[in-house]
Every structure is written in structure tokens, then in C-alpha cells.
């Protein structure tokens, strides 16, 4: 006889193990549906976050600008090393450990918290009383019954037509992580968050990195004023080649190199690389999903539609994470699951989009949360800015990390935040500020008035608000 649950959760990333904690927690029977395998074949949950994203990256990135400090700039503190050397093979070791950890971690929080969970593919079949989901594994297929289905299935690469990704030669983010060897010239196809971060590990380890982009501008997203020194110390101090405006024409993969012919500046154009990342965007994945079988619907760019609480048209199914509108970020994936579990459980789950924080993890990191300068200025808003350097702050100059600034943007009349943009040291950690006191709906002075440790990077944050106000203290 097929299992009764109250909830199904098809996915679990962020969003969907998540969602199926927070709905067990809520007394809610839950089952989550996953089917990630590890390149060795084993059921790994997480989603792309754990195994192939978020944390892999960040692992990376942290291996990367150790070996970079130790070659570079351990010497200005009198530390020498003589013969600095890297290691690969440990580097993707301790990467593989830490997905490892967290990845099985998952499945001890399920049964902590009484979540069944089930490896295979989940396919909507039918809906009624009850939805059917089919769960097909690779001993067969098993189908159940749940009252409430969460899609949360993610999204995947996004393919560049005709340019086939074996991620050994040409990779999408599963191969860039997983590179055997510091490729000699690296192109990386997209510069984007991945091509960026992908672009600074690899570069960090000693490659050449190209990278090149459609869009004549850099960073669209960003705040202008961040993008454009972000761009001086990328190009000029990181090294890496950005090379903006290009149009791909053709990818061939030979035996000694990945030619790339491209436009560029009005003329055709030809690098060879070693290796090559693709690194242009991320499509939501409803494929083999039964979606017809429920009327559950997808807008023209394949995204399942919701309303502002994550329900589609059709009673008790939701989708949350990647597979909807909104940024692609584990973080709101993740704050999407907890919501919808629990309007599942007659709660008033919400998400407010406005304040979701954004992080480039690029050294200086990069991250921001609300409106940008560029966005006040189009939608006619009268604000005011502050902005502060690092370099004037004696923890930056401490840790020998000055580039960068927090720049903080307040309605002209009410002083109330409306934006706060950050290029420096841990602005990963220092964007949390700026998302409190916005969602608590704060102004630039009542940061300026708050005190904040001496000497901390959040001192640049406590000036960027005095600075609304055209007072700072040590500027
Ligand atoms: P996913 O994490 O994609 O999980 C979906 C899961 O559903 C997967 O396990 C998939 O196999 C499974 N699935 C799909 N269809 C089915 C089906 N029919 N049946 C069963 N299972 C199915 N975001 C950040 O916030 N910070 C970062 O630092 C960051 N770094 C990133 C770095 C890289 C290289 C990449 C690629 C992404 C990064 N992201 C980052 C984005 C982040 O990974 C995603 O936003 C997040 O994983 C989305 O979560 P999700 O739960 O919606 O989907
Ligand atoms: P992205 O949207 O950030 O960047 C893709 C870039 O590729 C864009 O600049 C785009 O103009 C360019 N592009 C598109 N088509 C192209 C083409 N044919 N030729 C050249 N350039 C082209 O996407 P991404 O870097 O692939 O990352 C996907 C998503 O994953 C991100 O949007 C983000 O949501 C998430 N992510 C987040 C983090 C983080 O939070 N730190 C890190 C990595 C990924």
C-alpha cells in the first residue's frame, strides 16, 4: 500500500531540506525526495549548495587565498617561507571532507527531527484527495501520497548552444571544482558570480585567467559605484583578463587546447585555453517533474509561478528556492522552505525579497542589500549617500585589507536606509547590519548612533551612516 504523508518535498537543497525540517518540526508527516549522486554514486543530500556550489567554493576560495597570503603577503609581517608549494590533490581533499561532513550531516538532521527521506527521481502523477508522487530509484519505482507538495528542485547550468560540457576539458561549476591540476590558461565563459569566483581560485593558484563576457558592462547587478572599483582591482591588482562585450562564436575542443573563437571590439578573435569554465547563468529545472499532470505552471523562462507566499495556482503545492522568481541564493531558497512550511501548518510564512543580502565571495568580497545608486536614481528617489573607505580603518589596515568602502543610501526625507553596498574584508559578515536594521525598518542615524567596537571592520559601516549626514568622524 502507498505511504501517506502530509507534506512532499521534491528536492533537497537549502530550500527543500529546510522545508521538510521546519514542516516536521511543525508535526507535519514529512518525506523529502532527492536524487544528487556523488561522482562516486552515492545519494548526497544538500542540493547544488552542498555538493557542488556554496560550500565546495568556499572551501576552495579559503585554500586559494591561504596559499596566495603565504606567497605574497606573509613577507610585509617578517614571516618568510622558503619553498611555498601547493598541493592540489590535499586542496580538493580537505573541499570533498567538508561537502562530506555537511552533506551526511543532512541526512542525521532528518532523522533528528523525523523527516523520512527517499533517494531517486519524484515525478507528479496525479493530484485528487492526495498528490501522487512516483519516486524512481535505481531498484524501481515506488509511489506515494502526500496532501502538500513543495517543488523545490533548483536549477541547473545554463548550456551555451553547440558547446558540450565533459567537466574535464570544458566544465560548468561540478568540473571548475574539481580541476586535477592548475590549468596553465584558464577561459572561463561568463563573468558572472561563478566566473568570478571560479576565476579567483584558479588565478590565485597560479593560472592565466581569461574571462569573457556578453554584456558591455560589468556587474550589471551591482551598485555602479562598487562595480566599477571592483573592476580597477580585479583587472589591475587580481589579474584577472575581463573581457567585456564578447560575443562567442565557436568552441572547439582539440587535442592540446579548447580554442575559443570570439568578437570582440569589433574583430574576430581566437584564445586557446587549457581548460574552460562556462559560466553564464543557471535555468530552473522542471524536467521530468509531472507539472502537466497537476496544472501546476511555468512562466515563459521556465520558472514555476508563485505568489508572494510561494503557492502556485493549484491548492497545496508550493515552490520555493532556485525554481522560483527571485535571487538564486541558498539563503532565500532556505528562508522560502521555512516560510512555506509553515503556511503549510496554518502559520503566515513570509519572505521579504526586498532585504535578501547578496555576497561575491572575490577578495575584496563584495555584498550588498536593497536598492543600488543607479536603481534611487531611475525610480526618481531623493536619497542621500555616505561612504567610507577602508583604508582610513585601523582593523583594515591591521589586517593589511584597505581596498574597498561601505557606502550606506537613506531616503532624503525620512533618513531611512534604503541600500547598502560594501567592497572590502568580511563584507559578507558586515552586510548582516545593514539587513537588520533595514528589515527593522532603521535609518542612517540610527546606525550613526549605535556603537560599534573600536577598531572593527563594522566602524566603516557606523562612518558610511554618519557620512548620510555629512558628519564624519574620520574622514
Ligand atoms: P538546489 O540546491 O539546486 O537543490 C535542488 C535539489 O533537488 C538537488 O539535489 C537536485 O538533484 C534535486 N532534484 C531536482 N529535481 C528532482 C526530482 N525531480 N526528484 C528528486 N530530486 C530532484 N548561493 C549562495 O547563497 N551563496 C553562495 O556562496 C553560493 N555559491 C554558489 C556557488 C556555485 C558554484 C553555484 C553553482 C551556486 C552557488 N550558490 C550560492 C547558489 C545556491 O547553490 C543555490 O541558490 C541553492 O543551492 C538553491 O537551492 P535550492 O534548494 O533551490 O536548489
Ligand atoms: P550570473 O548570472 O551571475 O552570471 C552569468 C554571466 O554570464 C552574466 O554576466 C552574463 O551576462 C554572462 N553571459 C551569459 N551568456 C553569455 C554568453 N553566451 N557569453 C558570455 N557571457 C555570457 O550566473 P553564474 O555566474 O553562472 O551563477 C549562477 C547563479 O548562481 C548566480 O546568479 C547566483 O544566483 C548563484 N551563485 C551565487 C554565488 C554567491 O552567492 N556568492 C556564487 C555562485 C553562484
Given at each position: 500500500?502507498?505511504?501517506?504523508?502530509?507534506?512532499?518535498?521534491?528536492?533537497?537543497?537549502?530550500?527543500?531540506?529546510?522545508?521538510?525540517?521546519?514542516?516536521?518540526?511543525?508535526?507535519?508527516?514529512?518525506?523529502?525526495?532527492?536524487?544528487?549522486?556523488?561522482?562516486?554514486?552515492?545519494?548526497?543530500?544538500?542540493?547544488?549548495?552542498?555538493?557542488?556550489?556554496?560550500?565546495?567554493?568556499?572551501?576552495?576560495?579559503e585554500s586559494s587565498e591561504n596559499?596566495?597570503?603565504?606567497?605574497?603577503?606573509?613577507?610585509?609581517?617578517?614571516?618568510?617561507?622558503?619553498?611555498?608549494?601547493?598541493?592540489?590533490?590535499?586542496?580538493?581533499?580537505?573541499?570533498?571532507k567538508i561537502v562530506q561532513q555537511?552533506?551526511?550531516?543532512?541526512?542525521?538532521?532528518?532523522?533528528?527531527?523525523?523527516?523520512?527521506?527517499?533517494?531517486?527521481?519524484?515525478?507528479?502523477?496525479?493530484?485528487?484527495?492526495?498528490?501522487?508522487?512516483?519516486?524512481?530509484?535505481?531498484?524501481?519505482?515506488?509511489?506515494?501520497?502526500?496532501?502538500?507538495?513543495?517543488?523545490?528542485?533548483?536549477?541547473?547550468?545554463?548550456?551555451?548552444?553547440?558547446?558540450?560540457?565533459?567537466?574535464?576539458?570544458?566544465?560548468?561549476?561540478?568540473?571548475?571544482?574539481?580541476?586535477?591540476?592548475?590549468?596553465?590558461?584558464?577561459?572561463?565563459?561568463?563573468?558572472?558570480?561563478?566566473?568570478?569566483?571560479?576565476?579567483?581560485?584558479?588565478?590565485?593558484?597560479?593560472?592565466?585567467?581569461?574571462?569573457?563576457?556578453?554584456?558591455?558592462?560589468?556587474?550589471?547587478?551591482?551598485?555602479?559605484?562598487?562595480?566599477?572599483?571592483?573592476?580597477?582591482?580585479?583587472?589591475?591588482?587580481?589579474?584577472?583578463?575581463?573581457?567585456?562585450?564578447?560575443?562567442?562564436?565557436?568552441?572547439?575542443?582539440?587535442?592540446?587546447?579548447?580554442?575559443?573563437?570570439?568578437?570582440?571590439?569589433?574583430?574576430?578573435?581566437?584564445?586557446?585555453?587549457?581548460?574552460?569554465?562556462?559560466?553564464?547563468?543557471?535555468?530552473?529545472?522542471?524536467?521530468?517533474?509531472?507539472?502537466?499532470?497537476?496544472?501546476?505552471?511555468?512562466?515563459?523562462?521556465?520558472?514555476?509561478?508563485?505568489?508572494?507566499?510561494?503557492?502556485?495556482?493549484?491548492?497545496?503545492?508550493?515552490?520555493?528556492?532556485?525554481?522560483?522568481?527571485?535571487?538564486?541564493?541558498?539563503?532565500?531558497?532556505?528562508?522560502?522552505?521555512?516560510?512555506?512550511?509553515?503556511?503549510?501548518?496554518?502559520?503566515?510564512?513570509?519572505?521579504?525579497?526586498?532585504?535578501?543580502?547578496?555576497?561575491?565571495?572575490?577578495?575584496?568580497?563584495?555584498?550588498?542589500?536593497?536598492?543600488?545608486?543607479?536603481?534611487?536614481?531611475?525610480?526618481?528617489?531623493?536619497?542621500?549617500?555616505?561612504?567610507?573607505?577602508?583604508?582610513?580603518?585601523?582593523?583594515?589596515?591591521?589586517?593589511?585589507?584597505?581596498?574597498?568602502?561601505?557606502?550606506?543610501?537613506?531616503?532624503?526625507?525620512?533618513?531611512?536606509?534604503?541600500?547598502?553596498?560594501?567592497?572590502?574584508?568580511?563584507?559578507?559578515?558586515?552586510?548582516?547590519?545593514?539587513?537588520?536594521?533595514?528589515?527593522?525598518?532603521?535609518?542612517?542615524?540610527?546606525?550613526?548612533?549605535?556603537?560599534?567596537?573600536?577598531?572593527?571592520?563594522?566602524?566603516?559601516?557606523?562612518?558610511?551612516a554618519l557620512g548620510v549626514d555629512?558628519?564624519?568622524?574620520?574622514?
Amino acid at each position: 500500500m502507498a505511504k501517506n504523508f502530509d507534506v512532499a518535498v521534491i528536492g533537497a537543497g537549502p530550500g527543500g531540506y529546510i522545508a521538510a525540517i521546519r514542516a516536521a518540526q511543525l508535526g507535519l508527516n514529512t518525506v523529502c525526495i532527492d536524487e544528487f549522486e556523488s561522482v562516486d554514486g552515492r545519494p548526497s543530500l544538500g542540493g547544488t549548495c552542498l555538493n557542488v556550489g556554496c560550500i565546495p567554493s568556499k572551501a576552495l576560495l579559503e585554500s586559494s587565498e591561504n596559499y596566495e597570503r603565504a606567497l605574497h603577503k606573509f613577507g610585509e609581517h617578517g614571516i618568510n617561507i622558503k619553498d611555498v608549494s601547493l598541493d592540489v590533490a590535499t586542496m580538493l581533499a580537505r573541499k570533498d571532507k567538508i561537502v562530506q561532513q555537511f552533506t551526511s550531516g543532512i541526512g542525521l538532521l532528518f532523522k533528528k527531527n523525523k523527516v523520512s527521506s527517499m533517494h531517486g527521481h519524484g515525478r507528479l502523477t496525479g493530484g485528487g484527495e492526495a498528490f501522487q508522487i512516483e519516486v524512481k530509484g535505481k531498484d524501481g519505482s515506488e509511489t506515494i501520497n502526500a496532501k502538500n507538495v513543495v517543488i523545490a528542485t533548483g536549477s541547473v547550468p545554463r548550456q551555451i548552444p553547440g558547446v558540450k560540457v565533459d567537466n574535464v576539458s570544458v566544465c560548468d561549476n561540478t568540473g571548475a571544482l574539481s580541476l586535477k591540476e592548475v590549468p596553465g590558461r584558464l577561459g572561463v565563459i561568463g563573468a558572472g558570480v561563478i566566473g568570478l569566483e571560479m576565476g579567483s581560485v584558479w588565478k590565485r593558484l597560479g593560472s592565466e585567467v581569461t574571462i569573457l563576457e556578453a554584456l558591455p558592462t560589468f556587474l550589471g547587478a551591482a551598485d555602479e559605484g562598487i562595480a566599477k572599483e571592483a573592476w580597477r582591482i580585479f583587472t589591475k591588482s587580481v589579474g584577472l583578463d575581463i573581457k567585456l562585450g564578447s560575443k562567442i562564436d565557436a568552441v572547439k575542443v582539440g587535442k592540446k587546447a579548447i580554442s575559443v573563437q570570439f568578437e570582440h571590439e569589433g574583430a574576430s578573435q581566437k584564445l586557446d585555453f587549457d581548460r574552460l569554465v562556462i559560466a553564464v547563468g543557471r535555468v530552473p529545472n522542471t524536467q521530468d517533474l509531472g507539472l502537466e499532470s497537476v496544472g501546476v505552471k511555468v512562466d515563459a523562462r521556465g520558472f514555476v509561478e508563485v505568489d508572494e507566499r510561494n503557492r502556485t495556482a493549484v491548492a497545496n503545492v508550493y515552490a520555493i528556492g532556485d525554481v522560483v522568481r527571485g535571487p538564486m541564493l541558498a539563503h532565500k531558497s532556505s528562508e522560502e522552505g521555512v516560510a512555506v512550511a509553515e503556511t503549510i501548518a496554518g502559520q503566515h510564512g513570509h519572505v521579504n525579497l526586498e532585504h535578501i543580502p547578496w555576497v561575491i565571495y572575490t577578495s575584496p568580497e563584495i555584498a550588498w542589500v536593497g536598492r543600488t545608486e543607479q536603481q534611487l536614481k531611475s525610480d526618481a528617489v531623493e536619497y542621500r549617500s555616505g561612504q567610507f573607505p577602508f583604508i582610513v580603518s585601523g582593523r583594515a589596515r591591521a589586517l593589511g585589507e584597505t581596498a574597498g568602502f561601505v557606502k550606506m543610501l537613506a531616503d532624503a526625507q525620512t533618513d531611512r536606509i534604503l541600500g547598502v553596498h560594501i567592497l572590502g574584508p568580511f563584507a559578507s559578515e558586515l552586510i548582516s547590519e545593514a539587513v537588520v536594521a533595514m528589515e527593522f525598518g532603521a535609518t542612517a542615524e540610527d546606525i550613526a548612533r549605535i556603537v560599534h567596537a573600536h577598531p572593527s571592520l563594522s566602524e566603516a559601516m557606523h562612518e558610511a551612516a554618519l557620512g548620510v549626514d555629512k558628519r564624519f568622524l574620520s574622514l
